[in-house]
């Protein structure tokens, strides 16, 4: 408590001899944001070169039971503005949403070509996780990351698509 007592007073007393003499002290107030250079931004996604598919809007009914399908969609438009919360979440959450995702596969889309996509896109998004969990990951990686999931995705919507396109255009042969 002595010790305390002693760098208090020693600390006014400093304070008070630093004060003395000059009448005209001016307050300069520096507010300085620090700018994590390894902070992935909408600008930096933007630039990614990969092309990119969304899920025909006429066919949200067609495989609109498949819920985690649309939520991954939306947290991908997150992704694209920098939001990575939902891909840098616990591995075990994005475990146990994959193993939903895959379960909720409408009968309607379950080819082998879409399956095969679920699980390119399973890799990429796990993939995606495990780097956003680490400290010492470059920023170059991570966007490498993140185009690879979000071309992986672009590729399942394509492919479903193409699906129900060729279903559509499925006209049966004279005999």
């Given at each position: 408590m002595q010790i305390v007592k002693m760098v208090l007073w020693s600390f006014s007393a400093l304070m008070v001899v630093s004060c003395g003499g000059d009448s005209e002290t001016?307050?300069?107030?520096?507010n300085e944001t620090k700018v994590d250079p390894n902070q992935i931004t909408s600008k930096d996604i933007e630039a990614l070169d990969f092309t990119d598919y969304m899920l025909n809007p006429g066919l949200r009914d067609k495989v609109g039971d498949w819920e985690k399908l649309h939520e991954l969609n939306t947290q991908a438009e997150f992704l694209r503005k920098g939001d990575l919360s939902f891909f840098s979440g616990s591995d075990s959450i994005v475990k146990a949403f994959v193993m939903d995702f895959k379960s909720e596969i409408p009968s309607s889309v379950k080819t082998n070509v879409i399956k095969a996509r679920v699980t390119a896109l399973e890799t990429k998004l796990l993939k995606l996780n495990g780097a956003t969990e680490l400290d010492n990951i470059s920023k170059k990686?991570?966007?490498?990351?993140?185009?690879?999931?979000?071309?992986?995705?672009?590729?399942?919507?394509?492919?479903?698509?193409?699906?129900?396109?060729?279903?559509?255009?499925?006209?049966?042969?004279?005999?």
């Open positions: 001016q307050t300069v107030i520096v990686e991570l966007l490498q990351d993140i185009e690879e999931f979000l071309e992986a995705l672009a590729n399942l919507n394509l492919q479903i698509n193409k699906k129900f396109e060729k279903d559509a255009n499925n006209v049966s042969r004279p005999e």
